[in-house]
């Protein structure tokens, strides 16, 4: 029988039920951080990150009354979306635009990005200059980017807010969304109830932006360590500088590499495995919203066939890299898929490896993560 729960946003996930294995694995201390790590090759990257909006120098400037005429044009084009594409299942959302827009302005103008919004209240005409982190001609070329290219608007401007972080994300990472929240709350529930996780090794593989890495290694506190890695050298880049920006390079490791291969050092020493992969399955991949399909890197989208290629090697990687009582949580497209992770974890070669798997609901109620722990 599986045990499916819904989001611990609602309710305690990992108290929740008894296990499906009443066998209670016996558990070694942590390997310490200098005995588990053999000095792994580090990773010389000649990629530079591009820098957020919010985060530029704001070396630009121009009247008001420009940047007024920029706002009206702007309004105008995402105003006219729904008409223009009234014709498309894959229709943009003029006020989602426009709440964006807002945000576009805020990332922009120094000194009081209201004035924008207000400028009846002005009483100069739009005279003064005003300080942007971005020319006026930038802002044209990047709202247009957004509006007939369907570029994501966090590409647009940079970053994502995810959890109590600001995430730099680029073309070539995929962009952290709300549901993966859910992964570092498990997480922090896990070790608020049991110590033995704060002081081990975990891994978040195909890391991406490094958001899971960063939310874990804030609840983890000092004692622990999380190894991130991906494959994607814009993926490595940039999860490194988020790191760095949140100054965890003490915590945090990134390392180049697909899924278990850069951590050989580790296999059997893991507390916990954690993993956002590509689960999507690639028939599927071309009728993904345009933002997604057109612009997100497609390693991190496709899943093979049925979506499971990724998956399916997690799970036989969990069985040799987590220690005894270790934890993992994978991220599935949901429903028929994590049903059938979990038949696969309870069948086969698996069957003796697992206890405790659960499947858990994301905030929309659909079967999103897979749980559990090594035996």
């Not at 000095?39 to 010389?44: D, F, I, K, R």
């Not at 498990?186 to 890495?213: C, N, Y």
């Not at 090697?313 to 069985?319: E, F, I």
């Not at 949901?334 to 798997?357: H, P």
């Amino acid at each position: 029988m599986i045990r499916i729960f819904p989001s611990l946003r609602f309710t305690s996930l990992l108290s929740a039920a008894k296990p499906l294995c009443s066998y209670s694995p016996a558990r070694e201390p942590p390997a310490s951080f200098t005995e588990a790590i053999s000095s792994p090759e580090t990773n010389s990257l000649s990629i530079t990150p591009k820098t957020p909006l919010f985060l530029r120098t704001p070396s630009h400037a121009t009247s008001l009354s420009e940047v007024w005429k920029w706002h009206d044009w702007a309004k105008d084009l995402a105003s006219s979306v729904e008409e223009s594409s009234k014709n498309s299942e894959d229709v943009l959302d003029s006020v989602i635009l426009l709440r964006e827009l807002k945000w576009l302005i805020e990332d922009s103008i120094v000194d009081d990005p209201l004035v924008i919004l207000h400028r009846s209240e002005i009483s100069d005409n739009g005279e003064k200059n005003v300080k942007l982190r971005a020319s006026l001609e930038e802002l044209y070329d990047l709202w247009r980017q957004r509006i007939e290219k369907r570029r994501p608007f966090q590409y647009v401007v940079g970053c994502e807010h995810w959890r109590d972080l600001v995430l730099c994300v680029e073309e070539g990472v995929l962009i952290p969304r709300p549901e993966t929240e859910l992964i570092v709350d498990m997480v922090e529930e896990l070790v608020t109830r049991d110590e033995w996780f704060k002081k081990g090794f975990w891994a978040d593989l195909g890391t991406g932006s490094g958001a899971i890495a960063i939310g874990i290694a804030k609840v983890l506190g000092s004692r622990g360590r999380v190894i991130a890695t991906d494959l994607s050298p814009v993926a490595i880049t940039v999860a490194g500088h988020n790191v760095q920006r949140y100054g965890l390079e003490g915590m945090i490791e990134v390392r180049e590499g697909s899924w278990f291969e850069p951590l050989k050092d580790l296999e059997g020493k893991l507390v916990g495995i954690v993993s956002n992969p590509p689960y999507i399955p690639s028939d599927d991949i071309p009728g993904l919203q345009a933002e997604v399909g057109k612009h997100e890197p497609k390693l991190a989208l496709d899943g093979g066939i049925d979506g499971t290629d990724s998956l399916l090697h997690l799970c036989n990687g969990a069985s040799r890299m987590l220690q005894r009582g270790g934890f993992f949580i994978f991220e599935t497209n949901g429903e028929k898929q994590s049903k059938m992770i979990v038949d696969y974890m309870m069948s086969n070669d698996l069957k003796y490896c697992f206890s405790d798997l659960k499947i858990v609901s994301d905030f929309a109620g659909i079967n999103r993560f897979v749980t559990g722990f090594r035996l």
